[in-house]
T-cell receptor, first 114, second 112 residues
Framework: DTGVSQDPRHKITKRGQNVTFRCDPI?????LYWYRQTLGQGPEFLTY????????KSRLLSDRFSAERPKGSFSTLEIQRTEQGDSAMYLC????????????FGPGTRLTVL | EDQVTQSPEALRLQEGESSSLNCSYT??????LFWYRQDPGKGPEFLFT???AGEEKEKERLKATLTKKESFLHITAPKPEDSATYLC?????????????FGKGTHLIIQP
């Protein structure tokens, strides 16, 4: 399978705990994006990387959220001190080079904060 | 004000009954308009990219068109397996972020 993969697919945690998600993009894609999707809404942009550089952050990305892409391959998204409002589907996408390029999405990680 | 508006929010059709979904956008400096299909509990699946007014793309029973302010996804003789949420997204140069801006989607149900 050469598509975008995400791990875990589901995560249940208690409020106040930290969680980390992983995304492996399509191998030749140098751009990687994180989105959040809540029920009945379209995905909302959080942040993106070109190679290992994090180039843009949405104001939706509070200080409790941090993303990394060491070596420009896989990426991790960490949420510290989770809140119930963080419950959502976290989606990763990747694309080739310049803006306007088609983004291909992974299956998502469903986070439930109790 | 929403930058991408999709209508209708939900649509129920009989198998074989053709229809169109609408996506209107208010952004300027459009760099691409994208259609995705999303099944429950899964990530969006890419369907089409359109870059300029007048452009059309087709795939099986689906055809996407683009004008200066809106796009249509035409579904011809749909089958039950076409049931899904169809998402429209834009990438534009006026925004600060390089991510896509999505509409809320149209939930399509095709009844046998």
């Amino acid at each position: 399978d050469t598509g975008v993969s995400q791990d875990p697919r589901h995560k249940i945690t208690k409020r106040g705990q930290n969680v980390t998600f992983r995304c492996d993009p399509i191998s030749e894609h140098n751009r990687l994006y994180w989105y959040r999707q809540t029920l009945g809404q379209g995905p909302e942009f959080l942040t993106y990387f070109q190679n290992e550089a994090q180039l843009e952050k949405s104001r939706l990305l509070s200080d409790r959220f941090s993303a990394e892409r060491p070596k420009g391959s896989f990426s991790t998204l960490e949420i510290q001190r989770t809140e119930q409002g963080d419950s959502a589907m976290y989606l990763c996408a990747s694309s080739l080079n310049t803006g306007g390029g088609t983004q291909y999405f992974g299956p998502g990680t469903r986070l439930t904060v109790l | 004000e929403d930058q991408v508006t999709q209508s209708p929010e939900a649509l129920r059709l009989q198998e074989g009954e053709s229809s169109s979904l609408n996506c209107s956008y208010t952004v300027s400096g459009l760099r691409g308009l994208f259609w995705y299909r999303q099944d429950p509990g899964k990530g969006p699946e890419f369907l089409f990219t359109l870059y300029s007014a007048g452009e059309e793309k087709e795939k099986e029973r689906l055809k996407a068109t683009l004008t200066k302010k809106e796009s249509f996804l035409h579904i011809t003789a749909p089958k039950p397996e076409d049931s899904a949420t169809y998402l429209c997204a834009v990438h534009y140069s006026g925004g600060g972020a390089d991510g896509l801006t999505f509409g809320k989607g149209t939930h399509l149900i095709i009844q046998p």
